[in-house]
């Protein structure tokens, strides 16, 4: 099962292709100052301002892979940058439409889970990402060396109520979480643990299904019909 995962949820984007759950070259572009984990290995580099097929191009020849050979395409499906999710869907719906790969969406934020574990970082954890309008996401785990376990759902919380908890010394990590609590961990969501979550899923979908997760339902003002000059 040979995978390409895009992770661009976050400030920190990240492009990695995998093979039996063996990353094999991963791409991170860290435009916003944010720097690889030192701890990534030779097969992670700084990428740059590069653009979206720049690192895709550059994460399979790393690799060592064509892109006939890629059978899944995995997406962080957020929450997070509109943009960025955006791009990564538009781009795996039409890869699917050129060469007929599986696509399957995890969640960014089990993605920030599983990362968490990677790096040690262990016990209740909170997930804590923008949501806008003063408010933020949060999703809390339990998270140990034998695995992680959600233990509240995603949902939207005011920012006060998220700050109220911060008392009682949760662990938070998120990709700017030091925004609103400076003692808390900044960790990105990346593409090559990514990779790895998604070889243990099987619930792939056609391009035309593969939606963000928003929590928010969009909502807008109907524009009025254009009345004409009176002559």
């Known amino acids: 099962m ?9 400030p920190q984007r990240s492009v990695a292709a995998a093979h039996a759950g063996r990353v094999l070259g991963e791409v991170i572009e860290t435009g916003t100052g944010l720097r690889p ?7 992670s580099r700084q990428a740059g301002t590069t653009g979206a097929f720049s690192m895709i191009e550059a994460a399979l020849r790393e690799a060592k892979l064509e892109r006939e050979q890629i059978e899944i395409l995995a997406v962080g499906i957020g929450p997070g940058s509109y943009t960025g999710v955006r791009v990564a869907l538009s781009m795996a719906q039409g890869w699917q439409l ?5 696509l399957v969406g995890v969640s960014s934020v089990d993605c920030l889970a599983a990362q968490a574990r990677a790096e040690r970082i262990f016990g209740r ?9 003063n408010e933020l996401y949060l999703a809390t785990y339990e998270i140990s060396a034998d695995g992680w376990n959600a233990v509240t759902p995603l949902r939207i919380l005011k920012l006060k109520e998220v700050q109220s908890r911060a008392e ?13 609590f400076p003692s808390g961990r900044t960790i990105c ?13 099987d619930g792939f979908v056609t391009g035309e299904k593969l939606e963000p997760i928003y929590l928010r339902e969009t909502n807008y003002v109907k524009v009025p019909p254009r009345k004409s000059a009176a002559h």
Not at 2 to 10: H, N
Not at 98 to 102: E, F, L, T
Not at 189 to 201: F, G, H, W
């Open 2 to 10: 040979t995978i390409l995962a895009l992770e661009f949820s976050s």
């Open 37 to 43: 984990d030192p701890k990534a290995g030779a097969s």
């Open 98 to 102: 050129a060469r007929g790969a599986k």
């Open 125 to 133: 954890v909170s997930v804590i990402l923008d949501a806008q309008r």
């Open 168 to 180: 009682a010394r949760e662990i938070f990590i998120g990709p700017e979480v030091t925004r609103w």
């Open 189 to 201: 969501p990346r593409a090559a643990t990514l990779a790895r979550l998604a070889v243990e899923r």
